[in-house]
């Protein structure tokens, strides 16, 4: 199911909570009613992935502590972007969206290779920013395979 997804992205329902729809490479949306900092956790849990550890790997590959792309494998690495305004702390104001589904982005739009587009509130330079750490957690991640293989 996570390698059809191309965008995590966090919304408030009717009433006020925190929730999280994908958006699916064939273009439909599947909602899912919690934040998405747990659904980045069952994906993660689901795929025998320790986040903790991709997320200490990414701080040390990238010399950063936040807004860190999500490294699955060198094919699905989601880039953080942000979707909405944060009402309080810990807000989960970002979202993810797949760097290979990216076919472009201008004036905070993001275009997929299927078409679809999704509007977000992060400039074109900070997504730009963004998908070179992508590319280059995606080149640390084949050169850590190579050197475990030999």
């Known amino acids: 199911m996570y390698y059809l997804c191309q965008a995590i992205v966090p919304f408030y329902d009717d009433y006020g909570h925190n929730m999280t729809y994908t958006l699916l490479s064939d273009g439909t949306k599947s909602t899912y009613c919690f934040p998405i900092k747990n659904y980045i ?3 993660f849990y689901q795929l025998y992935l ?10 040390r590959i990238l010399h950063s502590k936040g807004n860190l ?3 699955l494998s060198p094919a699905y690495i989601f ?7 944060p009402i309080g702390r810990q807000d ?3 979202g993810y ?5 990216i076919k472009s982005y201008q004036d905070g739009v993001i275009t997929f290779t299927d078409g679809t587009t999704l509007a977000t509130c992060s400039s074109d330079t900070y997504i730009a920013h963004k998908m070179k750490d992508a590319k280059l957690l995606g080149y640390a991640y084949k050169e850590t395979r ?3 293989e030999a």
Not at 79 to 85: A, D, F, L, S
Request: hydrophobic share 55%; glycine share 2%.
């Open 50 to 59: 320790d986040p903790v550890a991709v997320r200490n790997c990414s701080s």
């Open 146 to 148: 190579v050197l475990l």
């Open 92 to 94: 989960g104001a970002f």
């Open 69 to 71: 792309p999500l490294l």
């Open 41 to 43: 956790y069952r994906m």
């Open 97 to 101: 969206v797949l760097v290979s589904a």
């Open 79 to 85: 880039i953080p972007v942000k979707m909405r305004k």
